[in-house]
């Protein structure tokens, strides 16, 4: 079976940090993608994680457990304009990618 | 470069009428798909194609037809539009399948409702 589960919505502060975790459960796992979203755009890619382990990118880092099907978003120093929907996406065994529903995060200032 | 161009962005049917979305890109890839965003859920592909010539169904293909003459152009035809296909359509691009080394770049999407 394929499910991917991510909060809902999640509220920060700006300046701080937060984390959005993910949880998969796919068949034939290859990989787990992170996608950002603004209101009324298109998703642009973040980041991609295929091995176990933290992956940093400037002030957003990706974490991966195979073992647990599960990954999380850290974004760091967090600015207004990171105001956004951020998409957990993983790849099944026919390189399909199956998404979830997105977290609307919100920066308060 | 234009990368992946959608047109229109908004269109208002009548349930039982027929259109087409179109996609072009303008990147030389092979991959293009085509995913509807419903609120509460995520993206869910409809169809996609690997190549000019060839096409194949995703997730949620019914009522719903493609044909991928060229490698820039992908469209997209609603046969009989129903109140359920109100959503949001978004064609996206790769040189090959997507990988962690070959990501999908998005069209800015059409926003499509059915009366």
């Known amino acids: 079976g394929q499910n991917i589960d991510q909060p809902t919505e999640m509220t920060a502060t700006e300046g701080a940090i937060v984390q959005i975790n993910c949880t998969y459960q796919t068949s034939g796992f290859n990989g787990l993608f992170w996608y950002q979203q603004h209101a009324g755009e298109a998703p642009t890619f973040l980041s991609y994680?295929?091995l176990d382990g933290l992956e940093e990118k400037g002030r957003f880092s990706s974490f991966l457990s195979r073992s647990k099907g599960y990954s999380y978003l850290l974004l760091k120093e967090l600015q207004m304009k990171d105001s956004a929907s951020y998409l957990c996406a993983d790849m099944d065994s026919n390189y399909q990618l199956i998404w979830g529903a997105g977290t609307k995060l919100i920066i308060k200032p | 470069n234009a990368g992946v161009t959608q047109t229109p962005k908004f269109q208002v049917l009548k349930t039982g009428q027929s259109m087409t979305l179109q996609c072009a890109q303008d990147?030389?890839?092979?991959?293009m798909s085509w995913y509807r965003q419903d609120p509460g859920m995520g993206l869910r592909l409809i169809h996609y194609?690997?190549?000019?010539?060839?096409?194949d169904q995703g997730e949620v293909p019914n009522g719903y037809n493609v044909s991928r003459s060229t490698t820039e152009d992908f469209p997209l035809r609603l046969l009989s539009a129903a109140p359920s296909q109100t959503s949001v359509y978004f064609c996206?691009?790769?040189?090959?399948?997507?990988?962690?080394?070959?990501?999908?770049?998005f069209g800015a999407g059409s926003r499509l409702t059915v009366l």
């Open positions: 996206a691009s790769s040189y090959s399948v997507p990988t962690g080394a070959n990501v999908l770049t």
């Open positions: 990147m030389n890839h092979e991959y």
């Open positions: 194609s690997v190549g000019a010539g060839i096409t």
């Open positions: 994680n295929v």
